[in-house]
């Protein structure tokens, strides 16, 4: 296992931004003004793409990955990330 350069400065949202992947339609790419659309404009959450790439939810080009698909299913979105 590598470890990663991705970061984020703040956690405020973080359990925020995943509860709204969860109840969003999967786009094509995940994108900043996906992530704006879902109501976070700040730079800070712009961080967030790198820990879903980091993840392995997002691919390079920031296309959803089987793993972003899974984590959608709630039945398996706290398995994938072991919280709650």
Same mark, same amino acid.
């Given at each position: 296992? $590598?470890?990663?350069?991705?970061?984020?400065?703040?956690?405020?949202? +973080?359990?925020?931004?995943?509860? $709204?992947?969860?109840?969003?339609?999967?786009? =094509? !790419?995940?994108? &900043? !003004?996906?992530?704006?659309? +879902?109501?976070?404009? $700040?730079? &800070?959450? !712009?961080?967030?793409?790198?820990?879903?790439?980091?993840?392995? %939810? +997002?691919?390079?080009?920031?296309?959803? &990955?089987? !793993?972003? %698909? =899974? %984590? +959608?299913?709630?039945?398996?979105?706290?398995?994938?990330?072991?919280?709650?």
């Amino acid at each position: 296992m $590598s470890l990663t350069m991705s970061y984020l400065t703040s956690v405020k949202n +973080l359990e925020s931004i995943f509860n $709204s992947i969860i109840g969003a339609k999967a786009p =094509e !790419r995940f994108t &900043t !003004r996906f992530l704006e659309d +879902l109501g976070f404009k $700040s730079s &800070t959450d !712009r961080l967030f793409i790198g820990i879903l790439k980091a993840l392995g %939810f +997002l691919d390079e080009g920031g296309q959803p &990955t089987q !793993r972003y %698909f =899974e %984590f +959608l299913d709630q039945s398996q979105s706290k398995k994938l990330l072991q919280w709650g």
